[in-house]
């Protein structure tokens, strides 16, 4: 045995642990994300009292770009995880095209409406530069996945998908932030500036670690 293979016992309980988790995510990452889509879509309520309270007045000045984000965010948000079901992949592929056109159009939208929105955001300069750098690594990452399917590289194209939605979910993550770490007392600009940047880096760095767990390669075929 050389030091880097697992004794023969460890490798069943790693792999039962390992199983275990990417159920549950298959679980959390949908629910969490159909949650923050449904509460964000109360935006298109128009009532200003639903809106972010610290931030009523600007959304109100800048509601065609909010709700062109809003509306981008929460289809992309719904439909992503949809493409990942590797059954659905493999028996509907134009359904998979469809959505996925869908989604990019969505997220094109997204980050349009987010980098109009920006700007005006919360606790400037760190805040809002946060959620530039979101929004353009989404924007790219998600070109990049497009650039790869049109070149039927199939493999390449799910490694940047996976990074566009691992972002995309930050929209999650930095609710569950917000969430966890309010609580404590910390200043609200400690709270949500750090969770400007934290979120959607913890979120690409989770995204980097299954990427390197998962199929080493996928053959290359025109999709
Ligand atoms: C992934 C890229 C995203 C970026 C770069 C981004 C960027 C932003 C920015 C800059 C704001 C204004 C923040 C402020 O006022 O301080 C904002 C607000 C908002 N975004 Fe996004 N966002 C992203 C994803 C999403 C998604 C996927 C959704 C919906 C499902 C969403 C829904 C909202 C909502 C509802 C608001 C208003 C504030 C609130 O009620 O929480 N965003 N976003």
Redesign the pocket.
């Known amino acids: 045995m050389t030091p880097h293979q697992p004794a023969a016992t460890e490798l069943p309980t790693a792999a039962r642990k390992s199983g275990a988790l990417q159920r549950a995510g298959r679980i959390a990452v949908p629910t969490l994300a159909l949650l923050?889509?449904a509460v964000?879509a109360r935006?298109f309520t128009l009532d200003p009292d639903t809106?972010?309270e610290d931030?009523r007045t600007?959304?109100l000045a800048h509601l065609a770009p909010?709700l062109l984000?809003?509306g981008g965010?929460?289809v992309?948000?719904s439909l992503g995880p949809l493409q990942f079901l590797p059954g659905l992949r493999a028996r509907r592929p134009a359904l998979h095209r469809w959505t996925g056109r869908t989604y990019v159009l969505a997220t094109a939208a997204?980050?349009v409406g987010?980098l109009l929105?920006?700007p005006?955001?919360?606790?400037p300069p760190f805040?809002?530069l946060g959620?530039?750098l979101?929004?353009v690594l989404?924007l790219t990452t998600t070109a990049l996945g497009v650039q790869h399917a049109r070149r039927g590289r199939t493999a390449a194209h799910r490694r940047w998908m996976v990074r566009s939605y691992a972002?995309?979910f930050?929209?999650v993550t930095f609710?569950l932030w917000l969430f966890l770490l309010t609580p404590t007392g910390l200043p609200a600009s400690v709270v949500?500036t750090s969770g400007a940047w934290a979120s959607?880096i913890v979120n690409l760095a989770v995204a980097e670690r299954l990427l390197r767990r998962g199929p080493a390669q996928e053959p290359l075929r025109r999709g």
């Open positions: 923050v889509a964000s935006y809106f972010l931030q600007v959304y909010l984000h809003v965010g929460v992309a948000l997204l980050g987010g929105i920006a005006h955001g919360l606790y805040s809002p959620f530039v979101l929004d989404t972002l995309m930050t929209a609710r949500y959607w």
